[in-house]
């Protein structure tokens, strides 16, 4: 197993490699000046010399490249242009923030597309495979902002029941493990749990349905085995897959949050990420893609990882 972990950390290090490359590039391909925001219109060129000496703009791309990425190493992101503060700080709390959220997510979504995917397998082409299909299809299809706008509306406008937006009372972005916080995360995490419940669902029914049909089920019947044994070994077939699954919605969710986040003023890395583009804040828009990126990755990493224990078939491949 430590030879395993071993050999997947080293095909790791060249693909972060490549993201940070490709987070820099994309990042200064576009067009206009990252120092409009905090420059005054009647900057003197000395002025303008010097802004772009303090943030390293004045160097050429290779050499602002090596520097940002010996820089992240060492857990130094650089410094937000447009609130002056350390972009490390401002990242990791966001992400923080957005990890909590699409942990919630994720977790609604695999417990409820398992439990479809399980039912439409068992029950191929009847009216519940069908009902539970059109669920899973709907889920796919449906706008998630779209269907956040409308949550908020009837839940929130309407009903009263669960607060707008915000992570915290007031709107605050601070968080607490208590019920207020806690009405604050139903629906941002209802809503981006859609998607992910709909791909997991859809599946999750798919391997059942194989697993079912292959030959080895056939035996275990024959040889007398319940439908509880049968059924686990249906769930340790279908694990591995499902995990996989599971592991890139949830990166998914990580990365693509932004419209979840800005609809429900959810002070995630989504959100923080909006407010960049906008602010065209090139070291917090650097450094928020770089640690989502290096987040998903990672992810990559430990879901490979458990795949290899639950099933030792890919370990040996």
Same mark, same amino acid.
């Given at each position: 197993?430590?030879?395993?972990?071993?050999?997947?950390?080293?095909?790791?290090?060249?693909?972060?490699?490549?993201?940070?490359?490709?987070?820099?590039?994309?990042?200064?391909?576009?067009?206009?000046? $990252?120092?409009?925001?905090?420059?005054?219109?009647?900057?003197?060129?000395?002025?303008?010399?010097?802004?772009?000496?303090?943030?390293?703009?004045?160097?050429?791309?290779?050499?602002?490249?090596?520097?940002?990425?010996?820089?992240? !190493?060492?857990?130094?992101?650089?410094?937000?242009?447009?609130?002056?503060?350390?972009?490390?700080?401002?990242?990791?709390?966001? !992400?923080?923030?957005?990890?909590?959220?699409?942990?919630?997510?994720?977790?609604?979504?695999?417990?409820?597309?398992?439990?479809?995917?399980?039912?439409?397998?068992?029950?191929? *082409?009847?009216?519940?495979?069908?009902?539970?299909?059109?669920?899973?299809?709907?889920? !796919?299809?449906?706008?998630?902002?779209?269907?956040?706008?409308?949550? !908020?509306?009837?839940?929130?406008?309407?009903? *009263?029941?669960?607060? $707008? =937006? =915000?992570?915290?009372?007031?709107?605050?972005?601070?968080?607490?493990?208590?019920?207020?916080?806690?009405?604050?995360?139903?629906?941002?995490?209802?809503?981006?749990?859609?998607?992910?419940?709909?791909?997991?669902?859809?599946?999750?029914?798919?391997?059942?349905?194989?697993?079912?049909?292959?030959?080895?089920?056939?035996?275990?019947?024959?040889? =007398?085995?319940?439908?509880?044994?049968?059924?686990?070994?249906?769930?340790? *077939?279908?694990? $591995?897959?499902?995990?996989?699954?599971?592991?890139?919605?949830? =990166?998914?969710?990580?990365?693509?949050?932004?419209?979840?986040?800005?609809?429900?003023?959810?002070?995630?890395?989504?959100?923080?990420? *909006?407010?960049?583009?906008?602010?065209?804040?090139?070291?917090?828009?650097?450094?928020?893609?770089?640690?989502?990126?290096?987040?998903?990755?990672?992810?990559?990493?430990?879901?490979?990882?458990?795949?290899?224990?639950?099933?030792?078939?890919?370990?040996?491949?």
């Amino acid at each position: 197993m430590l030879a395993l972990l071993f050999r997947r950390l080293i095909y790791t290090l060249p693909i972060m490699l490549g993201v940070a490359l490709v987070c820099f590039a994309l990042v200064h391909v576009a067009p206009g000046d $990252p120092l409009v925001s905090i420059l005054p219109p009647d900057a003197s060129a000395d002025l303008q010399a010097q802004l772009r000496t303090l943030y390293g703009f004045d160097r050429s791309y290779p050499e602002q490249f090596v520097s940002w990425v010996w820089r992240a !190493v060492q857990g130094d992101l650089g410094t937000s242009i447009a609130s002056g503060r350390p972009v490390t700080s401002e990242v990791m709390r966001a !992400v923080v923030n957005t990890l909590r959220l699409a942990v919630f997510a994720t977790l609604i979504g695999f417990a409820f597309g398992a439990l479809f995917g399980f039912v439409a397998g068992y029950f191929q *082409n009847s009216w519940v495979d069908k009902a539970a299909s059109f669920t899973a299809v709907l889920g !796919v299809s449906v706008p998630h902002y779209w269907l956040g706008m409308v949550m !908020v509306i009837v839940f929130s406008s309407q009903l *009263n029941w669960l607060p $707008p =937006g =915000g992570a915290g009372p007031g709107g605050s972005g601070d968080w607490a493990w208590d019920l207020e916080h806690m009405k604050h995360l139903i629906l941002p995490a209802i809503t981006m749990s859609v998607i992910p419940m709909g791909i997991i669902a859809r599946t999750v029914r798919a391997l059942v349905a194989e697993i079912l049909a292959q030959e080895f089920i056939v035996g275990l019947r024959a040889k =007398g085995l319940t439908d509880l044994g049968i059924f686990l070994h249906v769930v340790k *077939n279908a694990a $591995p897959t499902a995990l996989a699954v599971m592991g890139l919605q949830l =990166g998914y969710l990580l990365g693509g949050s932004i419209l979840i986040e800005t609809v429900f003023s959810w002070p995630g890395a989504g959100f923080l990420l *909006n407010s960049a583009i906008f602010q065209r804040d090139l070291p917090l828009l650097q450094g928020t893609i770089l640690v989502l990126a290096m987040f998903f990755v990672l992810l990559n990493l430990v879901v490979d990882v458990i795949q290899s224990v639950l099933d030792p078939r890919i370990a040996r491949g």
